[in-house]
């Protein structure tokens, strides 16, 4: 089975400091991947780059068998419609539940009648349809986790990256958040890489768990 993602000697730096130092990893397409590591550990840095926001100081990147070319723009543009990064902390515009995930769509030239039911699809899967018409402001921090996670799933990525996508929400929305992602997987067969900090979870969510420590992979364990 060709890799997902492959990465060969790849590293990563800021202000002189090594943050990233990946000698080898392969990803496989349509598992699960849980990163776990101490903060500062380069996981937030390693889900940029395999979003192809971030270019390696060092090193090749793969993906689906062909290296990335990070200085091609087009390239990358093409790259990014295919994968979608979910931040820890993700903004909901100021307008509707609604408008927020339908503006992705309008930038991707979608026709009106295609949006509306792409809108509804991925609302009734994150359990938001009934706030549908609603300011998006109103929506809870868990509520706006899941927001952010219909916002992705309306381009209908191959991968998913979540940074985080259960810190600081409460416990409902917790569960609610990682039914979705197995879903997902299970369904539609998207890949699915998230960090987290909780062990518990990484168990109980994902095939395999990756570790890092200060930037660089300790451990593969499959789960």
């Known amino acids: 089975m060709r890799a997902l993602y492959e990465l060969q000697g790849i ?43 971030e270019a390696p100081a060092a090193g090749s990147l793969f993906f689906r068998g062909q290296e990335v070319n990070f200085a091609s723009r087009r390239s990358l543009l093409a790259l990014r419609r295919r994968v979608v990064l979910v931040d820890q902390h993700p903004v909901a515009f100021s307008t509707t539940v609604a408008k927020n995930i339908e503006f992705g769509l309008k930038i991707r030239k979608i026709p009106k009648d295609e949006r509306t039911r792409l809108v509804s699809t991925v609302l009734k899967t994150v359990g938001l349809n009934q706030y549908c018409h609603g300011p998006a402001t109103d929506l809870s921090g868990g509520e706006t986790q899941r927001l952010a996670l219909a916002r992705a799933l309306a381009i209908q990525p191959e991968v998913l990256l979540c940074d985080e996508p259960t810190a600081n929400v409460d416990v409902a929305n917790q569960g609610i958040i990682l039914s979705v992602l197995a879903q997902l997987n299970r369904d539609l067969g998207i890949s699915i890489l998230f960090t987290t900090h909780d062990a518990k979870q990484a168990e109980a969510l994902a095939h395999q768990r990756l570790h890092l420590e200060q930037g660089v992979l300790s451990g593969e364990f499959p789960l």
């Open 11 to 53: 590293s990563r730096r800021y202000h002189g400091r090594t943050v990233l130092d990946i000698a080898r990893l392969q990803l496989k397409p349509g598992r699960i991947y849980a990163l776990t590591g101490p903060n500062g550990a380069g996981k937030s840095t390693l889900l940029r780059l395999l979003a192809f926001l």
